[in-house]
Every structure is written in C-alpha cells, then in structure tokens.
Nanobody, 126 residues
C-alpha cells in the first residue's frame, strides 16, 4: 500500500519561502507521478503543480515562476519549493500519488491518483 507523508508547512510573511516534502513509501518503482493540491475551507481542492513519471512538470498560472516541483529519486521524496509566497497561497497542501501518469501536460484529474497524504498547512500573512 502506497503511503504519503507531507511535511514542511508553516507560517511565513508575504514574500517568504517554504519547501514542502512528500515522502512516498510502499512503492518499489522509481517512476511515478506526484501532484500537489491545495484547499481552503469552503473551496474545492485545486491542483497547483505536478511531476510526471518522466519528470515532466506542470504548474498552474498563479504559481508558475514561483513554485518548483522536483524529486529525490533515491529517497522517494518529492519537493514543492514555494517562493515569493502571497496571502492567497494560504491553504492546506496535499500531495497525491499516481502510478498511471507518465508525461503530463496538465494537472491530472484527481481520479487518477491512488493515494493522498494527510496535508500540511501553509499560512502566509501580509
């Protein structure tokens, strides 16, 4: 069973940076997709970035140029580096795992993700 554990959330002022980590366990292969999603109370979960099994990446427009997703293949950890954070980035951030997505041209639909982490809170104050 694949399990995901996020870490790295916290509180920062606008313009600050955070790096989220998503540790993947229970999967024996090194090619997999991880998506990063965020959600605020009363709103739908929003995909913000993803890295495909072939290391292709995609970012939504509001974070492109500020967020960067990467992976440490040997450690089965995927990172979301977030720079120049803004109050509108405040949310609970989740990572999700898929063994069915290789090359990505967009955020894959949530139905393609097999496992989800518990979330980590990011709060950005102005």
């Amino acid at each position: 069973e694949v399990q995901l554990v996020e870490s790295g959330g916290g509180s920062v002022q606008a313009g600050g940076s955070l790096r989220l980590s998503c540790a993947v366990s229970g999967y024996r292969y090194r090619s997999y997709c991880v998506g990063w999603f965020r959600q605020t109370p009363g709103k739908e979960r929003e995909g913000v970035a993803a890295i495909g099994g072939d290391d292709s990446t995609f970012y939504i427009g509001s974070v492109r140029g500020r967020f960067s997703v990467s992976r440490d293949t040997a450690k089965y950890i995927v990172y979301l580096e977030m720079n120049n954070l803004q109050p509108e980035d405040t949310a609970m951030y989740f990572c999700a795992f898929s063994d069915r997505v290789n090359n990505i041209l967009n955020i894959p639909p949530t139905s393609l993700f097999n496992a989800w982490g518990q979330g980590t809170q990011v709060t950005v104050s102005s």
